[in-house]
Structures are given as C-alpha cells and as structure tokens.
C-alpha cells in the first residue's frame, strides 16, 4: 500500500512539472532571449542589455505602455464605480427587475468577444462617432463592468441583511447606512472586480481593435500587428517588454497573495 | 384596558400584506410606558412583522401607529426613537466594539441652548455630540451590560452572550423611547439563555424603558413579561398577564401554546356544569346551554386517586421522568389525559383521576363548521372554499330531481338552470378527510396549525387562495405538509343565499 | 415610500448602459443579419444573409474548421486540467492555492505576448509554418487551461470529503469511489470550463493567426474580415447570429444556465 502510494505521488509531481513546463518554456525561452543580443531565437548571440535599453528609448513603445496602464486603470475605476452601484441596485431591486438586469448583465460574460466587438462596432458606425476614446472606454466597460456585478453581488448575499436595518435603526439616513456599512461589508467584492477589470483591460485585443480611435494603440493592438505584419525588428523589443511585464505582474500577484493571507490569519 | 394617558405605543387597525398574501390582519394593541411586553407565537404568526412595522422597516399595509399619540407609521427607522436588538445581533463586523456602540450617537444631532453674552438672548443649536460625551456614553453603556474595557475588541472575538451585550449596549445608548428585541436570546445555549433572561428583567427595571420582545418560546414569555400578546396566523389571540394567559387562556390555540394541557371537546350542560370524556364535571364557567365548547385542563391539575375513588377511571399507557414530575398519560374511553404529578404510576396500572372546578377551564368553541360562499356551477357541482365539489342540488329543492340534462326539475315540475346560483355550503369538523395525494382530494393547502384535543387532532388546513378548512382528524400529521382535502358530496350542506321562487 | 428608492435607484445608471451598449447593439446585429441592401440602397428585410452562409462551401468549412479546433482543444484542456486539478485538490497540502497560482500565473501576462512567446517557441522547434492547425489548437489549449483549471479545481475543492470516506465505508474501493463520487460531483466544474473555453477556441483569431501563420480561418477570423475587409455588416451579422445559436446550444448542453456564476470566467482569479 504505502509503496503504491509513493508511486501515485511520485507520478503526481512528474505530470505537474510536465504541465508547468508547457506552461513556462515559452515565457522562459523569452526572457533568456530578451537578454541575449541574437534577433531570432536561437540564433547565435552574446549577452546585451540592448533591447531593454532600446525599449525604453523607443517613444512609441512608452506611449504605448502608459495608454495601455491609463486605459485599463480608467476603465477599471469607471467599471467599479458603475457596476458596485448597479449591484447594489440589483440586490435591493424587486425580483423581477433582479432578473432582468441580471441576465442582461450575463449577456457580454457568455458572449464571444468579437459578437459583442462587433456589435459596439455596429452602433458606433450607425451614429456616425467616428472611434474615440469614448468609445473604447465603453467598449471596455462592456467587457469588465459585468465581472463587477458578479463580484459583488454574492458578497452583498452573504452580508446579514438586519446590517443595514441596523444603521438604519441607530439613526442613520440610506445613504449613510450604504456608505458607513454596506459598502464596508462588499469592499472585498468591490477590490476583486476592480482587480479583475484591470486585468480583463490589459488583456484585450478584439474589443479594443474594434473600439479603439485608428492612431491609438496599447499593447495588445501593436504587438499582434507587429507580429502579423512580420515586423522582425520589433520583436526582440517585444521580448524585453514581456519579460518586463511578467516579472512586474509575478511581484503583484505575490504582493496581493501574501496581504490576503496574512489578512486571513489576522482573522483567525 | 385603562389608562389612555400612559400610552407609549398604540396600533390601530394594522394589517400588512406582502405580495397579497396577508401576514398582519387588523392588529389593535397598545403599549404602556415602562412595560414589559411579549409578542408570542409560533413562527409565522407575524410578531416579528409587527416588530418590524414598530421599528419602520416595514410599512403597514393599512392602519396607524401612534407613538405618544402621533402617527409615526410612515416615518422612516432612522427618524423613530426606537431602537431594535436584532435576532442575530447585527454587530458591523468591520467595526470594534466602540464604534459599534458609537454608531448611533455620532449620527444624532442635539439641541443645545446657549445663552448670548452681550444680549442675554438664549438661542438653540443642533450640534453634534462631542467625542468626550460619546466616550463616555458608551464607557456607561458597557458598564451596563458588564463589558467594561472591551472598547477595542475585535466582533468576531466575542462570544455569543458578550455579542448579545454589545447589542443591547448599542441600542439602549442612544436612550430611545422603546426598546424592540427581536428573538435576542435564540442563537444561546439555554443555560446562557436564562442567566440572560434575569439579566434583560433587571436590566428592563433599571432602565425603566418600554421593552417590546418577540418570541416563541413561551416559558421565556412567562418568565419576563409584564404583558402576553399572543398572536397566530396574523392576529391577536389574547393579550394578558402571565398569570391570565396560562390559567384563562382565551381559546384552544393559546391552551395548547401555552405550557402543557389537555383539551377536550365539550358540551356545556348549564348551569355550571360540563361535560366530557363522558363525564359530567362542575365548573366556573358560564356558557349557554348545550353550547359546544373546548375545555382545557393542566395535567398538573389532574389529581390520582383510586380506581374507585375518582370521577374519571383509566388505564395508565406510559410513564416519563422529566425531573422534577413524572409525564404519566392515561387512557380513558378514546382520550389520552396527560399527568403531571410527583408520584410515580406503572404502566397498566388503573387509575381514577379527580378534576376540580378550578382546574376546568371552559373556552368557547370558535369553530363549530366551515362556512363558504360558493356557486353552483354547470354540472351540478358546487365551487367554494377555492375547490370545485361534487354535491347534491336536488336537496336544495326538496322532492325535486335532475334530468337527462341536467337541469332541475322541482317537485312543481318546473325545470331551473341552476349555473352561477349563489350558495353558502356548509361543512361540518369532522366531515373532511385529508390526503397526501394531491389529486386525491377536490382541492390543495397546507396545514397551518394542529392542536391536540384529547383523542383527535384539530387541523386547520389554508389554501392557496386563503381559504381555511378546520376540520378533526386522528392521525397526526405536521405542520406545513401539504395536503389535499376530500369533503363527500352528502356532508356539504347547501343553502340558497336569495330564495327563489321555486 | 421614500425610503427604499435609493438603493434601488443605484441600478439607473448601469441598467441605462446596458440597455444602450449590450442590448441595444445586440439587437442591430439581430438587424443587419436580417436584412439587405437593395438596388435603391434601402434596407428591406431579407434571408439573403442566411442562404448566403449556408450555400457557400467555404463557409461551411469555415464553421467545420472552427467547431473541430475548438472541440479538439477543449477535449485538451479537460484531459490536462482534470488530473492537474484532482492532484492539487487532493494533494491535502494546506498552501494548494500557492501552487494553483504557480499555475495560473501566466494569466496575468498579457494574452498576445503569450501567444508571441509561443510563436517564437514554435518557430525555433519548427513547428510554425508547417503544422498551422497543430499549432492553432497548442496556442488555444496553451491559452484557454487555465480557464479549465480553476472551475474543476474549486468543484474538487468544495467536494465534500465525508462522501468520499461513506463511499469508502459502503465498500467502494478507490476507483470505484472516483468514478462513482468524485467525477459526477466534479462535473459541474468541468461544464463551466467547457463553456468557458469552447466559445473563445472558435473565435479568438489571435491565435489562430499568430500561430496558424494567417492560413486558417476561424469564425471570430471570418466576422471580422466581414466587418473590417468587406465592409459587409450583413454578413458579418449573420455569422454572428450563427454563432450566438451555437454558444446558445453549449450553454444548453452543459447546463451553463443554471451555473450561478459562482464559476464564471476569472471569478477566482483575484
């Protein structure tokens, strides 16, 4: 028996390292790459800084990093803002308009991207906008402010509904009890979607490519370009920036990991 | 009821509904100033509503509250001087102790007079309550409830009991005229449940506030209030002292809620005399003659004696200790009496039994049939109470008779269409039977209550529509089974509602 | 009645959104897809569109192509992610949701540099250029796991675990156990991975182009090329509509109606 077992852990272990290999060997070829003065991978090549140090001399390359990250954190702000209010405004709807409001909030979740691309294309076409940022800003609520309804929608669930009567009851007004309790309460939901929807926003190419005005690109537009176009001389650039950004989101994500953690061991 | 001028809290004529489904229906009930008042009744019975519509979390449907003799009943929560300890005490858990406490006293405004120095004029202004005042509020209020230095614990760390504290302290800082406590003690273990109960009494004297207290469980009733108002199904059943609630109860749903009893169906005999379980028992009660009525009597106000020596005579069925007495319950005829006594009895054992006047108590029979509108529909068949019944029409007209048809044709000869004719129908206790096949019966419910009446059940069974059937029945079924219910077409007592000419 | 407005009230703005920027430019698809262009330049209503897609050969092959790319890297996906979720959920390692993340980790890199850093993965072994299709369903798979992951990864983890030892104490030996408990009780997780990387596996042309060297056309390939080459909002409509049916028909299949979001796409990512 206990040999057995051994022999199932041990296989366990060899088909995760099997995986996380799939995973990582194209992130890792990368990132050695990124560092290697070669243009095309696995060409001969010494180590050289010079595509970091191009990167960040290129103009183009730096608009595009801060339009992406100013896109995304406005649009994750607007999304939040938006979908928090709507759903508080769900939950404390009557059923019927619950309903309804919901299922029209599942429609760009279940939606493929480009139905719901083409579609905002279609409109902004037929009222004659010529693309803006306006529209690319909505584009992008389309795709995050849903994930901020269902983030927060079973925080307010879970939350003792007498919580608000409570505040209510000490003599607060509705507004005060939403702000002094209520939204204490879904604040966990309210940072998931606001987290959820900067990530959804730096992640999409097919809704931006739709959307977005004919001279404005972030990262996703300009690197699928680049690639389609078969534009070599971009891609060691585009190396160094991936390698950048992958090493920015892993202390992120490592940062959030251990407050949340930690958060939990305070409330125990 | 006297005492007009020490109202605090009055409702008149209140009923609620949600969704059309009435839950409060035509609640009258006042409150005195510094009372001790308990909303008792099972779950459902609407006490927690009536909590609800005194605090302003919801409106009434229609009717008044007065609070010191003005309408509050569309004011909103946070405009009321009432303050509620919630079921599960709804501490923010995203606040310590002292903010908790601190939440109503920093919204509250105060008007404070000031006199001016160079005009001696006084004037008033609303200020808020400086942070000193509010620390020492509440410094007072944990003191009260015994929580002293728990400013700055953390919600989850409390236990249950010391959450429920910090409740009450919330509440009762913001001094409000009426102090709700919705089923407080519900979420402790008993033995906290009562030291609690002593603590909320003394508390309650101490602050000489007005207590309003929901609950179900009626010993915790008994214990604390100076007032019963016990509810079912939407209505007030008897409002009372402890003391009258349990010796008079006002019919035999209270009897059966309240403590233990025995109910048995009875006929008043006149003249201060009852009889049941075939017996003929003497009474304080005046009823009129050969009036069915209900009669409950304490099983601790059964007295055993010899076989030969008692009124009543049985053979003991079962014994339990329940620690202080022993449970006997005995059969006599079809009844099974319960016992409460100090001495023991063994099973099999005969037994007379003796019952005093002052342990009979007579109530009135508040049903004694079921009487619906209804209408005779195209097949001779009668729709009422929310089903559709087969029925005899021809006992409408007597010597009539039906033809190939279906039309009636009387004793004269003369032929009637009877469709859409209005009719009362009439259904007697124990002429319906219950089914748990649902297209058994001519029409569907749920039981609402039961109450056990010495060899039956007494069942009241409500439709979709509302509609209720009570009715009699052996087996005991449970509260909230749906079932279908079968009436045959010869228990249904029809009657025209216009006298036609026939 | 003042009172309970305001919460209410909050969900004006965003039910006012969705109306004009889901519903509404949903409907003008449901619009173009049903009608034409006539002679005189007006719109009128028309099938045109419908026997249009169905009449043509390189439609046909266009929607056979992406419904089998997608359900290959779906099959994938279930086949990898099944038994990577099973070992971290059962592994009984309280810090499991560290090596999920390890996992998922790439999630959070921008999803064309990681199709880019597999292009040039798939270039340097040889693979680009020659195998388009391999490398379209390696790039979706590569792309979409994570997605499978999770979902079947928090059913295992909600499994409760006194049914797997009352299976084990009714007699069921540990297959028997899996097959009989574990699996059927993981199902829902895996139902709303499926949904979750069936659609975008037939429309997400970034993949298919990057990867399958702009040879293969895919749905999502197609609608755009209507929109943006062609200038055809009709039948870029009509495919939309099309494929609308089709997520229509998956959601059915694997029940993703009655999935109350608790899943749905990067719910636990934060």
Known sequence: MVKKKKAIDSLSVIYCILVLTFIYAPILLLMIYSFNSAKVIGEEGSFSLKWYIALFQSEKVVTILINTVVLAFIAATLSTILGTAGAIGIFYSKKKVNRVVQIANQIPIANAEIVTALSLALLFSLILLPRTYFSLIVGHLVLCTPFVVTSVLPKLKQMDNNLYEAALDLGATPAQALRKVVIPQIQPGIFAGFMLSITLSLDDYIVTAFTKPKTFDTISTYVYNAVKNASKSDLPLIRALSAIIFLLMIVIVIVMMVKSSSKEEEKR | ??????????????????????????????????????LLGPSG????????????????????????????????????????????????????????????????????????????????????????????????????????????????????????????????????????????????????????????????????????????????????????????????????????????????????????????????????????????????????????????????????????????????????????????????????????????????????????????????????????????????????????????????????????????????????????????????????????????????????????????YRYTVRTENEEDYVFACDDLWNENDKVSLIIPADKIRLTLKKQEDA | MKFHFSRKQLCIPYAVFLVCFVILPMLLIVFYAFT????????????????????????????????????????????????????????????????????????????????????????????????????????????????????????????????????KDLGAGAFTTFTKVTLPLSMPGVYSGITMVFVPSMTNYVVSETLGNSNITILGKLIEEYFSTYANWHMGSMISIILLVIIFLSMLATGGFKNDNENSRGSNLW
Not at chain 2, 8 to 27: A, H, M, R, Y
Not at chain 2, 116 to 130: A, F, I, M, S, V
Request: net charge negative; glycine share 8%.
């Open chain 2, 45 to 456: 019975c609407g006490k927690t509503t009536t909590l609800r519509m005194i605090a302003g979390f919801d409106l009434p449907t229609s009717g008044q509250i007065l609070l010191n003799n003005k309408d509050i009943s569309q004011l909103p929560p946070n405009k009321r001087p009432i303050n509620t300890v919630f079921q599960r005490y709804a501490l923010f858990p995203h606040l310590n102790i002292f903010d908790n406490i601190a939440f109503g006293l920093k919204l509250k405004k105060v008007t404070n007079t000031y006199i001016n120095d160079k005009t001696g004029e006084t004037y008033e202004k609303q200020e808020k309550l400086t942070k000193s005042e509010i620390e020492q509020k509440v410094k007072k209020a944990l003191a009260l409830v015994d929580l002293e230095g728990f400013e700055k614990r953390n919600v989850a760390t409390l236990s249950g009991g010391q959450q429920q504290r910090v409740a009450i302290a919330r509440a009762i800082v913001n001094e409000p005229e009426i102090l709700l406590l919705d089923e407080p003690l519900g979420a402790l273990d008993l033995k906290m449940r009562k030291e609690m109960q002593l603590e909320l009494k003394e508390m309650h004297q101490k602050l000489g506030l007005t207590f309003i207290y929901v609950t179900h469980d009626q010993e915790e009733a008994l214990t604390m209030s100076d007032t019963i108002v016990v509810m079912a199904d939407g209505q007030i059943q008897q409002i009372g002292k402890p003391t009258d609630i349990y010796n008079e109860p006002a019919n035999a749903f209270v009897a059966d809620f309240i403590g233990e009893s025995n109910i048995f169906n009875a006929t008043y005999e006149g003249d201060r005399k009852v009889r049941f379980c075939g017996k003929v028992f003497a009474c304080e009660d005046d009823f009129a003659k050969n009036e069915p009525v209900d009669v409950v009597v304490r099983p601790e106000d059964i007295e055993m004696v010899a076989p030969d020596q008692g009124m009543l005579t049985g053979t003991v069925i079962s014994v339990v200790f329940k620690g202080i007495h022993y449970q006997i319950i005995v059969k006599v005829g079809k009844n099974e009496i319960e016992i409460q006594n100090t001495q023991s009895r063994k099973v099999g054992e005969q037994i007379g039994m003796n019952i005093y006047p002052d342990g009979i108590h007579v109530m009135k029979k508040e049903f004694t049939s079921n009487v619906f509108n209804g209408v005779i529909t195209k097949h001779n068949t009668v729709e009422f109470g929310d089903g559709e019944f087969a029925c005899d029409v021809t006992k409408l007209y007597p010597g009539s008779h039906l033809d190939e048809e279906g039309y009636l044709i009387t004793a004269k000869g003369n032929k009637l269409d009877l469709t859409g004719v209005e009719v009362t129908a009439e259904v007697g206790l124990n002429d319906i039977k219950m089914s748990d096949d649902p297209d058994e019966g001519n029409v569907r419910g749920e039981i609402i209550s039961l109450v056990y009446i010495g060899d039956h």
């Open chain 2, 1 to 38: 009821m006297e005492g007009n001028e020490n109202k605090i809290i009055e409702l008149i004529n209140v009923s609620k509904s949600f969704e059309n489904t009435d839950v409060i229906d035509n609640v009258n009930l006042y409150i005195r100033k510094g009372e001790f008042v308990t």
């Open chain 3, 36 to 167: 034409a262009e006539n002679e005189t330049g007006n719109l009128t209503f028309s099938f045109n569109n419908f026997i249009g897609f169905f009449s043509s050969p390189s439609k046909w092959q266009t929607l056979g192509v992406s419904v089998t790319i997608s359900l290959i890297a779906t099959f994938f996906c279930v086949l990898i992610a099944y038994p990577l979720s099973y070992i971290l959920a059962r592994s009984g390692w309280k810090k499991s949701n560290v090596l999920l993340t390890l996992f998922i980790l790439p999630m959070w890199l921008n999803f064309v540099l990681r199709i880019t850093a597999l292009r040039e993965l798939l270039d340097m072994i040889g693979f680009l250029g020659n195998y388009d299709y391999v490398n379209t369903i390696i790039g979706m798979v590569y792309d979409f796991l994570p997605f499978m992951i999770l979902p079947i990864y928090t059913q295992l983890l909600k499994l409760d675990k006194t049914l797997l030892e009352a299976s």
